[in-house]
């Protein structure tokens, strides 16, 4: 997380603040002592929030609290935690990636295209899994190298390409296999889609997680992370710190368009089928994801453990609303109202930073 800096211009010993005469308002000083609460709670506010629709849920829902919901959350959250993460780097560089969704989808169905076509001339077999992985991989880094190119060497907008993209390759799932979904596919694929460890974790989750953490860890201990970090804060004085501004962010959005691709897969292993529709609008949810976990969409700020409990809220969201026999409707009701809340709470840390 990044450093507070206290202001330059504070003389020792002072708060910043100019010396107010006696008699005079105190509104001043008890907003600035309410603003540094904000600040202070502002990294660990939304972990609350979790908490506590889990108690409500809970107390209106006991079924919450039973193995089938916490696999039913877990499995729903996978390929949103995936694009999260990747959507997670381009935020904090202060851009945008809303191709994501439509790479998973493109991503999936190439893959299960590759898989159909070598079980056709022999039976399937782990090799045949590990292509399809390794082709979805490289679709997804692919056109998420494109974006970055385009982003960084044309100097095009990152809201614009990641359209584009979205467009482009949003109608090119459909028109593979006839616009059908492709059903036949290696049994190792469902295998990994139905496995639970200890019947708790489906594999699928622990993957996502394992990518959460992994990824966490580049981004919270290590130069790639830091510099990430530097151009969200301020391009220009990363440039002036020696830092290849222009590689970075290609890397970043190749990054967020792999983690695409094994969202696709993961996608695929749950419903054992490669769908056309996969992926459609799931970029919205990634973004909700990060922006509900504390990132600023202005870049420079934000942390791992927030981007996923910002999946889970979402996840228990959907989950917790059809347990309590709520239209579903309402789900994208609560996560918008969430999403204000968390970008209000950015901008007042923006405004303490300022005093």
Request: proline letters at 5%; a neutral charge.
């Amino acid at each position: 997380m990044p450093t507070r800096i206290p202001s330059a211009f504070s003389p020792p010993g002072t708060s910043g603040a100019s010396p107010l005469p006696p008699g005079s308002p105190t509104e001043p000083t008890v907003r600035a002592g309410w603003l540094r609460v904000v600040d202070q709670v502002g990294d660990f506010w939304i972990v609350g929030v979790l908490a506590i629709m889990v108690a409500i849920f809970g107390i209106l829902a006991p079924a919450l609290f039973t193995r089938g919901a916490w696999l039913s959350i877990s499995n729903y959250s996978v390929e949103y935690l995936i694009l999260a993460v990747g959507q997670m780097f381009v935020i904090l560089t202060g851009g945008i990636d809303l191709s994501d969704g439509a790479i998973l989808g493109l991503s999936g169905m190439v893959s299960g295209a590759v898989m159909q076509s070598m079980l056709a001339a022999h039976d399937g077999n782990v090799f045949t899994t590990i292509v399809g992985f390794v082709v979805a991989l490289v679709v997804g880094a692919a056109v998420g190298f494109a974006n970055g190119f385009l982003i960084t060497r044309l100097k095009l907008p990152p809201f614009i390409v990641t359209l584009g993209s979205l467009t482009a390759i949003g109608a090119a799932p459909s028109l593979i296999n006839g616009g059908t979904e492709i059903s036949n596919l290696p049994p190792q694929i469902s295998t990994l889609g139905t496995i639970a460890i200890g019947g708790w974790i489906y594999v699928t989750f622990l993957t996502a997680v394992v990518v959460a953490v992994g990824f966490g860890l580049l981004l919270h201990r290590t130069r790639f992370g830091l510099r990430t970090y530097a151009i969200g804060s301020s391009g220009l004085s990363a440039r002036r710190a020696g830092i290849n501004v222009d590689r970075h962010l290609v890397w970043v959005y190749t990054l967020s368009g792999l983690l695409a691709g094994l969202a696709g897969m993961m996608v695929m292993a749950n419903f054992n089928v490669a769908n056309p529709l996969s992926g459609q609008n799931d970029e919205l949810d990634a973004i909700a994801a990060v922006v509900i976990g504390g990132a600023s969409l202005f870049g420079g700020r934000g942390h791992m453990l927030g981007t996923f409990v910002g999946t889970m809220i979402i996840s228990l969201l959907v989950t917790g609303l059809v347990l309590v026999n709520v239209n579903g409707s309402w789900t994208e009701v609560a996560t918008g109202i969430i999403i204000v809340a968390a970008v209000a709470m950015d901008q007042v840390r923006v405004r303490l930073a300022e005093r």
